[in-house]
């Protein structure tokens, strides 16, 4: 097993220009990565056949641009793009992880993705149609869930982030989609509804159906600065 310095492996026959002759499992795709990327895929890292679902859900044309939040290493991002004609972002506040995801995409080609390094409470939701969240504050609360102690993690940031996400969210266009897999899904506001799931119920699709309510958009007002889609990549 090489270390995070050593050579990764090289790209396998099932990627060809950004394309997929097949889906890899999570073993090949982990490939892309170093040691320790990929000794936390079991826990930290979506599948790669939830990953195919989700983005299965939120893509509805090449015109549908996809906000992964928190999307670590960027492997939700590769997928989706691999398999759907959506264009995708992933924001993370953690430089290495942001590294280890564009040198992943450059590796193997895969166009149509973007990594931000940025605060999820710097990104401005209007830039976006559709949203991936694998549970990205629970580490938050659960300390034997951290993923590295590259940035800090504190209880009062797990009710920020959700309150700020709910806002976000109930601000939206109705017809807004979005897939949340495990977690309690409090960053969902009830002006959308959970129209499939799957998974045992942990990976869920929800669509802005209602206009969000007036305390739902108030609550925890964090100002954006700055153009509003004028993201820091780095």
């Excluded at 659960?142 to 969210?169: G, H, Q």
Aim: charged share 30%; with cysteine.
């Amino acid at each position: 097993m090489p270390t995070d310095s050593a050579p990764l492996d090289a790209p396998t026959p099932y990627w060809s220009d950004g394309k997929l002759s097949r889906l890899p499992d999570d073993a090949e795709f982990d490939r892309a990565f170093p040691d320790s990327v990929r000794e936390s895929s079991a826990l930290h890292w979506t599948s790669v056949e939830v990953c195919r679902q989700a983005a299965a859900w939120l893509v509805t044309g090449p015109e549908t641009r996809v906000l992964d939040v928190g999307c670590g290493p960027g492997k939700f991002c590769a997928i989706g793009a691999l398999t759907t004609p959506g264009q995708f972002t992933g924001v993370e506040q953690r430089r290495l992880l942001c590294r280890n995801a564009r040198e992943m995409l450059g590796r193997y080609g895969i166009r149509r993705v973007q990594i931000m390094h940025a605060n999820i409470t710097e990104v401005s939701f209007n830039c976006f149609d559709a949203f991936y969240l694998f549970n990205p504050f629970e580490e938050n609360l659960s300390p034997s869930l951290k993923i590295d102690d590259e940035v800090k993690v504190r209880f009062e940031l797990y009710d920020r982030y959700i309150n700020y996400v709910r806002r976000e969210l109930s601000k939206l266009r109705l017809g807004t989609r979005v897939v949340t897999y495990w977690g309690d899904c409090d960053e969902i506001p009830s002006c959308y509804d959970c129209v499939d799931e799957t998974y045992d119920g942990e990976l869920r699709f929800w669509i802005k159906r209602r206009a969000g309510t007036t305390v739902e958009i108030a609550r925890e007002a964090i100002s954006i600065t700055g153009n509003e889609c004028d993201f820091p990549i780095d």
